[in-house]
């Protein structure tokens, strides 16, 4: 499996911003894909993810109400619908799709795409 992000790029206080992360490889064993961000000195941290098979959703508190993830099934490819952004919110966003083999889950990570957010 590999997957690419697009759409980063600067944004003021309050806008928003849109990420796409498509996948391509054995997407069919794809379990579940999701987004983590990591700002300047700081650890990686989840943001939200999202099951492909159900489409059950999971947010950090601190994108609750404000982020949306969703994906096309058909498309191989997952979204991220970024709203009332705030400078806290920048980072490099990461996608990340957890592939299952047998009784394990295995990790691919995208190269990431920065998010900027100006005051």
């Known amino acids: 499996v590999q997957v690419v992000e697009s759409g980063g790029g600067l944004v003021q206080a309050g806008g928003s911003l849109s990420l796409s992360c498509a996948a391509s490889?054995?997407?069919?064993?794809?379990?579940?894909m999701g987004w983590y961000r990591q700002a300047s000195g700081k650890q990686r941290e989840l943001v939200a993810t999202?099951?492909?098979?159900?489409?059950?959703?999971n947010y950090a508190d601190s994108v609750k109400g404000r982020f949306a993830i969703s994906r096309d099934n058909a498309k191989n490819t997952m979204y991220l619908r970024m709203n009332r952004l705030k400078p806290d919110d920048t980072a490099v966003y990461y996608c990340k799709a957890e592939e299952k083999l047998g009784a394990f889950l295995y990790p691919w990570w995208g190269q990431g795409t920065q998010v900027t957010v100006s005051s």
């Open positions: 999202i099951t492909t098979s159900t489409g059950s959703t």
């Open positions: 490889g054995n997407t069919a064993s794809i379990n579940a």
